[in-house]
T-cell receptor, first 108, second 116 residues
Framework: GQQLNQSPQSMFIQEGEDVSMNCTSS?????WLWYKQDPGEGPVLLIA?????ELTSNGRLTAQFGITRKDSFLNISASIPSDVGIYFCGGSQGNLIFGKGTKLSVKP | NAGVTQTPKFRVLKTGQSMTLLCAQD?????MYWYRQDPGMGLRLIHY???????AKGEVPDGYNVSRLKKQNFLLGLESAAPSQTSVYFC???????????????FGEGSRLTVL
């Protein structure tokens, strides 16, 4: 079946650093979405992408829909402590499937 | 601003007991979903509904049943709970596909279930 490979699985951030994560698949999707889950909460939609090549920003977040329609990335610029959480990518061709998430934590 | 509301938030069951999780949404969404979240596994779809009176199986439906008797409610039932069903359960809802791209889900806060 369809699968999304999300990487990295986890990463540590220091305030002010830029962060990058991505999702890849062997399948083509019509929509790519990025969600964030804060501890103890449900996921919340950050960015939705509907066209191949589309680049969309939401504040310090930027996401792109890959030209091949098989991948997407999310960048966070100048990270702050409240960026910690789990980020999920989602790909949709009608039915939505999720990656396994990238967990952002603060560097000790 | 209720959005998607799940009850209960926490529950501990013994193996073999039954229970029902209730999901209610006040956004007049057609589609509703039940996911489970386990460490390292991401979000896996259990069952979903594309409208009142309809349900369909997702990726991991075994051991669960669902009902959508009213548009705003989606119930998830465990008839005979097993330790493997210990998880955090999330309900979500979304608009129809017509004019609205699929995937813009609104999630509840989750229900943490422990089966001993």
């Amino acid at each position: 079946g369809q699968q999304l490979n999300q990487s990295p699985q986890s990463m540590f951030i220091q305030e002010g650093e830029d962060v990058s994560m991505n999702c890849t698949s062997s399948s083509i999707f019509n929509t790519w979405l990025w969600y964030k889950q804060d501890p103890g909460e449900g996921p919340v939609l950050l960015i939705a992408l509907y066209k191949a090549g589309e680049l969309t920003s939401n504040g310090r977040l930027t996401a792109q829909f890959g030209i091949t329609r098989k991948d997407s990335f999310l960048n966070i610029s100048a990270s702050i402590p409240s960026d910690v959480g789990i980020y999920f990518c989602g790909g949709s061709q009608g039915n939505l499937i999720f990656g396994k998430g990238t967990k952002l934590s603060v560097k000790p | 601003n209720a959005g998607v509301t799940q009850t209960p938030k926490f529950r501990v069951l013994k193996t073999g007991q039954s229970m029902t999780l209730l999901c209610a949404q006040d956004m007049n969404h057609e589609y509703m979903y039940w996911y489970r979240q386990d460490p390292g596994m991401g979000l896996r779809l259990i069952h979903y509904s594309v409208g009142e009176g309809t349900t369909a199986k997702g990726e991991v439906p075994d051991g669960y049943n669902v009902s959508r008797l009213k548009k705003q409610n989606f119930l998830l039932g465990l008839e005979s709970a097993a330790p493997s069903q210990t998880s955090v359960y999330f309900c979500a809802s979304s608009y129809t596909g017509r004019g609205r791209p699929a995937g813009e889900l609104f999630f509840g806060e989750g229900s943490r279930l422990t089966v001993l």
